[in-house]
């Protein structure tokens, strides 16, 4: 059975150029910030995280679970402290899902009419078990 195409595809071409985009455009300055951070002068920020399907499944079943009512996963970019316990992590750059709900305005809740927006489910865990980029620096494609 063929899968449908899902919205938003791109091509391999595509994701090349959007990774070198990020990369001429902001990694100098973010590894600028890691070496700073870190005091490690050889040290460069991640530029990719890996989450397993499994994991992506895994997580997409339990927000179904806990927020019957999501409509989708946000992105967020984060930066690991340099207190985090992991020491390949500290001071490197990363991503993390968090659910979110179709958001509704006082008018819109009256008439039980839904917004195009969507609003952050924050009463539920967010997914950030995702692994850098072997090596953090490595671009697209690896």
């Avoid at 791109?10 to 994701?15: E, L, N, R, Y």
């Avoid at 455009?25 to 973010?30: G, P």
């Avoid at 996963?73 to 316990?85: D, E, M, P």
């Avoid at 009463?123 to 950030?128: K, M, P, V, Y």
């Amino acid at each position: 059975m063929k899968a449908n195409l899902p919205k938003g595809l791109i091509t391999p071409t595509k994701a090349k150029e959007l990774n070198q985009q990020f990369i001429k455009t902001r990694s100098k300055d973010l590894n600028k910030i890691v070496k700073k951070e870190s005091g490690d002068l050889k040290k460069e920020d991640a530029i990719s995280c890996w989450f397993s399907l499994e994991e992506l499944k895994n997580y997409i079943a339990y927000v179904e679970n806990e927020a019957p009512d999501a409509n989708g996963l946000r992105v967020y970019f984060g930066a690991y402290s340099n207190n985090n316990k992991k020491q390949n992590k500290k001071d490197l750059s990363t991503v993390f899902f968090v659910p979110t709900k179709a958001k509704q305005s006082s008018l819109q809740k009256a008439i039980n009419v839904l917004e195009e927006t969507s609003s952050d489910i924050d009463d539920i865990g967010a997914l950030n078990s995702g692994e850098i980029g072997i090596p953090p620096s490595a671009t697209y494609p690896q």
